[in-house]
């Protein structure tokens, strides 16, 4: 094994908490060697997901354990392979000097200790800039979609999607449309409805702010809301209940809201409330499947590549700012870390 004992330049927490508060970027890190089946990626950048900033806080573990030696945040990153653990690459179609994506843990630092499995290939036409955000989000999108209709007694013609500005939400509305599915897509403001019909252009953009926005949606829906796919919680659940057929289904995965959602309508109307999360992605899903989820992100990025754009880059002396516009209202596009 080579024994590259190079430097790294990483973000880093001691603790668990506020980000702006825990989180420093450290120089000249000494890189650890590789374990069987690793490899190390010269990361050039780095997506700052909003649930990358949940996990810093730990705002869903408590306690939360000490982290003495350091934990470096981070799930998704593009970049090249510059080495490789013994045969950790063989069979993988990549080699030294490729350029790669990856979704694993740590991925804030100049130089990652990645497991060779996580790597994907990334074409000569999609930048790094790109290549770091297509990932999860494309991986989430589709492990919610298959969830929800393995599920549903019966597929159904229409969808509402909260959230749909969000990068998330606009992937699902891709994959929705390309299953045959037709979305009714909500916003919260006239603004984020302009900018999500130049990006995603259709019918059926509904803003939440205007006082009839209830009775467009029925309308839109032909009065049959059997599913809504929720990116939000908190208080708009308790009017998306209210919007639901009888029995219907909530598909939660994500609370960008932040706060406690209303489940007040949930027994009398006999709704079903089902979560899904990429953290049980691995376990649900086939090899097939997991390939082929993986596949399907490159392959929007080239096709729909309008998805990917409107993002912000930010150098490291500027992580404060990239933390705040991670949450900041009228958010055209993802958050991406410069190394
Ligand atoms: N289940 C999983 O495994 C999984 C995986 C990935 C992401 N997620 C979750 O999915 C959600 C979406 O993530 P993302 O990366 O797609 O988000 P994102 O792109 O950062 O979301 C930004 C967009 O969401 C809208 N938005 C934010 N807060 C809102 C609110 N309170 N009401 C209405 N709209 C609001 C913004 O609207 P404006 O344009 O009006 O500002 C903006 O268009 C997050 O909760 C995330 O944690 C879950």
């Given at each position: ?5 190079d ?8 603790r ?10 450290e ?9 069987e ?25 408590q ?6 030696a ?6 998704e ?8 653990a ?8 990549i ?20 497991p ?26 589709r ?13 159904p ?20 449309l ?5 979305p ?16 995603l252009?259709?019918?059926d ?18 009065g ?6 929720d ?18 289904t909530?598909v ?8 406690m ?9 006999a ?30 990025a ?11 880059e ?18 055209a596009?993802?958050v991406?870390?410069?190394?």
């Amino acid at each position: 094994m080579n024994s590259v004992t190079d430097l790294s330049r990483r973000i880093v927490q001691y603790r668990f908490g506020d980000p702006h508060a825990v989180l420093r970027v450290e120089e000249d890190v000494a890189v650890p060697p590789l374990s069987e089946g690793e490899v190390r990626v010269r990361v050039a950048r780095s997506i700052i997901h909003p649930g990358d900033l949940q996990l810093v806080e730990a705002r869903y573990s408590q306690p939360t354990p000490a982290i003495p030696a350091g934990r470096v945040p981070g799930l998704e990153a593009a970049g090249v392979v510059e080495e490789a653990a013994p045969r950790a690459l063989d069979g993988t179609g990549i080699a030294l000097g490729s350029r790669v994506a990856f979704f694993a843990p740590g991925a804030w630092q100049s130089r990652a200790v990645v497991p060779a499995a996580s790597l994907v290939a990334v074409p000569d036409d999609l930048p790094d800039s790109v290549a770091t955000q297509i990932l999860i989000n494309t991986i989430t999108a589709r492990h919610v979609l298959r969830t929800a209709l393995r599920a549903l007694p019966v597929t159904p013609r229409r969808i509402v999607q909260t959230a749909a500005a969000s990068a998330v939400g606009k992937l699902i509305t891709v994959l929705a449309l390309k299953n045959g599915l037709a979305p009714i897509r909500l916003v919260r403001s006239p603004e984020s409805a302009r900018r999500l019909s130049t990006v995603l252009p259709g019918e059926d953009i509904v803003d939440t702010s205007s006082s009839d926005w209830q009775d467009a949606v029925r309308k839109a829906a032909g009065g049959d809301v059997p599913v809504v796919f929720d990116g939000l919680a908190g208080a708009l659940l308790g009017d998306i209940a209210a919007l639901l057929n009888m029995g219907g289904t909530i598909v939660s995965y994500g609370a960008l809201a932040g706060r406690m959602a209303d489940l007040n309508l949930f027994v009398p109307k006999a709704l079903t409330l089902r979560s899904v999360t990429i953290g049980t992605w691995r376990s649900d899903t086939t090899p097939d499947e997991r390939n082929e989820d993986m596949t399907e992100a490159i392959r929007i990025a080239r096709a729909v590549p309008e998805i990917h754009g409107g993002y912000r880059e930010f150098d490291l002396t500027d992580l404060g700012a990239a933390i705040d516009a991670v949450s900041a209202p009228g958010k055209a596009g993802n958050v991406i870390l410069k190394f």
